[in-house]
């Protein structure tokens, strides 16, 4: 980074900031951005401004939205008494994109890592526990990831709830649609044994 212009380089730090991003491909998209248009450059710039402005999280679900309540959590025919409890906004959209999903969601904002610092504390778990104890819920399907991370957030989930007559689900895990069961990796065969079901 030597060669670059103090601006460049501070681009560069700042780009290199976002997740999945090294310093080669901030220095990239810094180039990019150096040959666009002003007019292109202006628009990121306000994008980037308008979405920490506009956006904020639903009083309900707490997933991004320009709304108090998201369309999601305000759409009158979502299964009010069924809440799939994501790790991110992105895993929602994802459930949402397969179009089998039609009752409501609840995101964390991540997952239990104590190594990292973040803890129960830091997830969005008083909110459903709120939610849990305002509503008439009848399922959670805790759809956290399936690593270590999102297994003892899912487990803590159970554990909170343990006592609440609620029925609590586990998104399935093992082989992929489509795919070869030698080329699966042993610990996803394990699981679609130890979660095999009735044909």
Not at 62 to 74: A, G, H, K, L, R
Not at 109 to 138: F, Y
């Amino acid at each position: 980074m030597k060669s670059y212009a103090q601006p460049i380089k501070r681009l560069i730090s700042e780009l290199a900031k976002l997740p999945g991003i090294g310093e080669k491909t901030a220095a990239r998209l810094a180039n990019y951005i150096l040959r666009a248009t002003p007019g292109d450059v202006e628009k990121l710039a306000e994008s980037l401004v308008e979405v920490k402005r506009k956006i904020h999280l639903c009083r309900i679900c707490q997933n991004p939205t320009e709304e108090d309540i998201c369309p999601i959590c305000s759409d009158p025919g979502r299964d009010r008494h069924v809440i799939c409890v994501v790790e991110e906004p992105d895993a929602l959209a994802a459930i949402e994109e397969s179009g089998v999903f039609h009752g409501t969601y609840h995101v964390l904002h991540g997952a239990l890592a104590p190594l990292d610092g973040i803890g129960p504390d830091n997830l969005k778990l008083s909110e459903l526990q709120k939610r849990v104890s305002e509503g008439r819920i009848s399922e959670l399907i805790l759809a956290t990831n399936p690593n270590v991370q999102g297994d003892a957030t899912a487990l803590l989930i159970t554990r909170m709830f343990k006592d609440s007559g609620i029925s609590m689900t586990r998104i399935a895990t093992g082989v992929p649609m489509g795919g070869d069961l030698k080329y699966i990796d042993k610990m996803t065969l394990s699981k679609s044994l130890e979660f095999r079901r009735g044909m």
